[in-house]
């Protein structure tokens, strides 16, 4: 158990981390390329930078777009943040990166830690909830989407069991294991799922404006291609 | 017309396998491939791909879907199915997944499907406000109905006004002959004479002027008092020698935006070719949604940078009453009146403020509708849907209900909805239900207003 802890801790984590980083640079790259890519097909290149940088503004602290769905915006909002903060903040995580590389920042408060990791667990079930009981996303959801959530929940229900051992049935090692190796797998599921949003969520509100542009030729191309030059509608 | 898949040069992993298909599945794919090979889709749809969440909010804000109850009219369900098919059979990864599950395959029933939901869609776009992540559900919804077009699998009735604009003798989506258009016109001049006593002119083929105007070609056949309204706003504000209609092409409507991009782009181009056979510089478009916004963006996109500048009647007349050249009698409308906002105009936030400040500036009694402005509900009607004469017991009983019921909550006498489109369901709307209401365009009560 040692030497898998030892394992999960040094090389698993470094190596799932750089696979992280690598992957979602490599996503940003392909993003930027493609927007390129089809701008330079088009003879109407205006953009509305401000628009956009607004728009994403707004959403990000999304006060303006609640109405539709509050509750369930409200905790879909504060999801985010808790699985945001609360690894980045955490007293413990700070400190192994401390001892591994000298580098380090302020932690939060060990109540407000527990409190946002339990936030964060309770958003998780209600929206999963939400995806199995309310038919709109339940028709929508795929098994993926509920694998995802149930993941993203593992490391902070086992993060909170491993430093509460009132709350813990199992030994304090092989649930700091199952925290890790959780946490290293939502490292490699990042850029490889619809998780990798957290760094291509500016790309589609700005793209979608680009992608209406159309190309000019192109609709021709494609009938000539499919029906030759007699083409009629 | 056979699909020539046999000459297309392979795309990236198309048909890696045979899937179990019927000549239909295998003519969506082939169109599906040319389409990705010679546009931007591929782009596109990859960065959906990537970062669609499936969170279900666009279900709240979707007309039909709050009417109908099925998920398959849920905007974001519409876009799954299409990412799916292209990540199924034109990505690495989806052939990957699809080899080792043996699932995935697009079938026959798939097809029915998307040619039942793609074209219940009204294109209003109300989903693309609550996507958290900014996909634009319209705009693959009209990919999913680009794909069918290129299969001949669109309504029957979008078909054949489509193919009277381009390929008919016309040249105009309701084969109105230029005779008729002369006759209207003249028509037209003797209303305005008989109501106002004065001499306003309908010109033709007038050149070298600022404004070529054109409305749905159905305005000369439904909306004489809109017509009269346009050419008394111009006449009133000083332009009335500064503007034409073209004998080549007198019909704004653009059904491409709902059809497929070949059309859209043929509609633009003969647009742009009438404005410079006759020398003018600015496109004035009528009461119409769709062609405005058709027009606005897609000018740009085809013609170039030299392109003309594209103005809505309601914007141009809101221009024309800021600078003091148009003046209303504040109290002339005397019943109650609310504004309906066409999505196309609308929903961009392009014109939503000016038809207000109009619309005070000459009735008593004013009244919103809720929601209203770039959130307002469909008139039931659009995406092309109001031609559809198959889809009227849908629009009327599913969609138009929910717009019955927020116009039953203003009260109003009047609901003025600037597009014919939406003129044409409102009425039918209004008719169903038995509102005690009538619809008229903006410039109907403008003509009404306009002080001389």
Known sequence: ?233 | MSVATESAAPARFYHVEKPDASERVERFLAAFEAILRHTNYRGLLDMYARSHTRCGRCAKTCQVYQATGDPRDIPCYRTSMIINIYKRYFTMGGWVKGFLSGDGYLTDSDIDEMMEGFYRCTACRRCSLECPMGIDHALVTHLGRYILSEMRLPPKALQVSVRAQLEGENGNTSSVPLAALKNNLEFLSEEIKDEKGIEVEFPLDKENVEYAFFCPVSDYLMEAETLMGNALVLHACGEGGNWTIGSKNYDAINYGLFYNDWILERNIRRLVEEVRRLGARTILIGECGHASRAAKQFIPAFAGKDAPAVVNCVEFAWRKFKEGKLRFDPGAIKEKVTYHDPCNIARSGWIVDQPRELLKAMAKDYVEMTPSGRENYCCGGGGGTVSIAEMQKFRMEVIGKTKAEQLKATGAEIVVAPCANCKKQLREVIDHYKLPMEVKGLHDLMFRAIQL
Not at chain 1, 60 to 68: F, M, S, T
Request: charged share 15%; with cysteine; glycine share 6%.
């Open chain 1, 1 to 233: 158990m040692e030497g898998m802890l030892q394992f999960a801790k040094g090389p698993l984590f470094i190596g799932t981390f750089m696979f992280m980083i690598l992957g979602l640079a490599r996503l940003v790259i392909l993003q930027v390329m493609q927007i390129r890519e089809a701008m330079n097909r088009l003879n109407d290149r205006h953009f509305d930078v401000s628009s956009a940088l607004r728009q994403l503004a707004e959403w990000a602290v999304p006060v303006k777009h609640v109405h539709y769905r509050p509750f369930l915006s409200v905790v879909s909002f504060l999801f985010h943040i808790g699985l945001i903060i609360t690894p980045v903040f955490l007293f413990g995580h700070i400190a192994l990166l401390r001892s591994a590389a000298g580098l380090g920042w302020a932690a939060l408060p060990g109540a407000v830690a527990d409190a946002l990791t339990l936030l964060t667990i309770v958003c998780g079930l209600i929206l999963m909830g939400a995806r199995i009981f309310e038919t709109d996303a339940a028709a929508l959801s795929e098994p993926q989407d509920y694998l995802l959530l149930l993941l993203l929940m593992t490391p902070f229900a086992t993060g909170f069991m491993a430093l509460h051992p009132w709350a813990n049935p199992l030994s304090y090692n092989a649930v700091l294991l199952i925290h890790i190796l959780s946490g290293e797998a939502i490292f490699v599921l990042i850029p490889l799922t619809k998780l990798s949003h957290c760094v291509l969520f500016p790309f589609d509100r700005v793209s979608s404006d680009i992608f209406w542009k159309l190309p000019p030729g192109a609709g021709e191309a494609v009938a000539r291609e499919l029906h030759g030059n007699e083409a009629r509608i």
